[in-house]
């Protein structure tokens, strides 16, 4: 029995997707059923029950009659904890549906596409899809704690919440804490505010198994919090609890992180997420338009992949754009649509450069461009020369290094100019109206 059920595993395993084998097909068991005539498998929960026998039902059906023989032998599924035809046991708890949106522990919704079965792998992300699925399905694992850094728009929060969605629907039970570090950061000054902060503590400390942490990098600077969430990633990580980070940094390139925090992110097991290439942007549309039911013709798609490339919310952008056109005028999706959707899109990627950057902030602050990257540290050169760097990170392509060394500075100081801003454009009225300036002016039709 056993020798048989192995063997058909082995050839299912060369006929599926090593994510899907993984992710559906491993944790399935199977054994002789009341008659001759029929096998039992058993699935974790009802949703691994629902997806195996709808996507993988056919070909698992052909390789138990192939290797066992037995062109008249039926199969039965069922959860476990309870027998194929009997009510759930009284114990047993009724997992949520993927579509319903789920409700962590702690923390934020999860969005209900935000699955592994939503997400496209390709060259790009596979070790991150890999890695995430890997830590989600183990309880026990050597490697307790993930970090995930990528740009804005490329699948990290997909990632982190799919991770979330796995554990909930195979272990219902799990405490799964699922937020961005503004929101740690902001629960623990209200903590102290209101006296609460050992309740806070035990929250975390005690109460967590799982720890979904968002955007980490917006600890930068914030030494009490860092200090705070050290203590409580130390607790949790020799617990064996499962934790997982995201950022669009590395941990090394986070300026002001204290040492011990940065050290607890760089024991984690580190994958990056680059953009998609031409072939995984295509099964990303081609996905989406399945999700949403539109019907894109293949050259729209493959004019949309080959014009949208900087991320996965531009490429979203171009569909939903297209789709919507063609809805409100009432004509057909073609490509002279699809053009005069993305015109829209990539025209101001385009015409935005470093140069151009450099020499509208210098007027709005009267300072030469020779002065806004010179070496000079002087007060009324600071704040320009932060606010183009952020522009220049914010409304052109260009890879950070090459923007520190457009303005004649490492990485890191382009990285905490950025920061800079980002942080005065919530405590500084003035820098608000500043950035509202240029982003006016770098709208479409401005320049």
């Given at each position: ?348 990627r385009k015409k ?28 009324n050169l600071v704040r320009p020369r ?62």
């Amino acid at each position: 029995m056993e020798k048989g059920w192995k063997e058909i595993r082995t050839a299912l395993k060369k006929r599926v997707e090593a994510h899907s084998y993984r992710m559906w097909i491993e944790p399935l068991e199977a054994s002789p059923g009341g008659e001759d005539a029929e096998w039992v498998i058993t699935c974790p929960n009802a949703f691994s029950r629902k997806r195996v026998q709808e996507h993988f039902g056919a070909v698992i059906a052909a390789e138990f009659q192939r290797i066992l023989g037995r062109a008249d032998l039926q199969i039965a599924y069922q959860v476990a904890g309870r027998s194929n035809g009997q009510k759930l046991d009284p114990g047993f708890i009724q997992l949520p549906l993927p579509s319903e949106t789920i409700r962590p522990h702690n923390g934020r919704f999860l969005r209900r596409d935000f699955t592994f079965d939503q997400f496209v792998v390709g060259s790009s992300n596979d070790f991150a899809y890999s890695a995430s699925l890997s830590l989600a399905s183990r309880r026990e694992s050597q490697q307790s704690a993930l970090f995930l850094f990528a740009g804005t728009g490329l699948g990290k929060s997909h990632l982190s919440q799919a991770i979330g969605h796995h554990i909930l629907n195979q272990n219902p039970d799990e405490r799964v804490y699922y937020m961005t570090a503004e929101d740690f950061s902001n629960e623990m000054v209200q903590a102290y505010r209101y006296d609460t902060i050992d309740k806070f503590k035990s929250k975390y400390r005690d109460h967590c198994d799982v720890l979904l942490l968002e955007d980490v990098h917006v600890l930068a600077g914030k030494e009490r919090t860092q200090i705070e969430l050290a203590m409580t990633l130390d607790t949790l990580s020799e617990s064996g609890k499962r934790i997982i980070f995201s950022s669009c940094h590395r941990p090394s390139e986070i300026p002001k992180i204290h040492d011990k925090l940065r050290s607890r992110f760089s024991s984690s097991l580190i994958s990056a997420i680059d953009p998609p290439n031409y072939r995984t942007r295509v099964r990303i549309l081609q996905r989406k338009s399945e999700l949403l039911g539109y019907r894109i013709p293949l050259t729209v798609v493959d004019y949309l992949a080959a014009e949208l490339q900087d991320d996965i919310r531009q490429l979203e952008s171009g569909l939903n754009g297209v789709a919507a056109k063609s809805s409100l005028l009432g004509v057909p999706i073609d490509l002279l649509l699809a053009e005069s959707v993305v015109k829209h899109i990539v025209s101001q990627r385009k015409k935005i450069t470093l140069e151009l950057i450099k020499k509208m902030t210098c007027k709005y602050y009267n300072v030469a461009v020779e002065d806004l990257v010179s070496r000079s540290r002087k007060q009324n050169l600071v704040r320009p020369r932060q606010m183009a760097i952020y522009l220049s990170r914010r409304y052109t392509d260009a890879p950070l290094q090459s923007i520190g060394k457009a303005f004649n500075r490492y990485h890191a100081t382009a990285l905490h100019s950025i920061h800079s801003i980002e942080k005065a454009i919530k405590s500084d009225g003035s820098v608000r109206q500043q950035v509202e300036f240029f982003r006016q002016k770098l709208e479409p039709g401005k320049l």
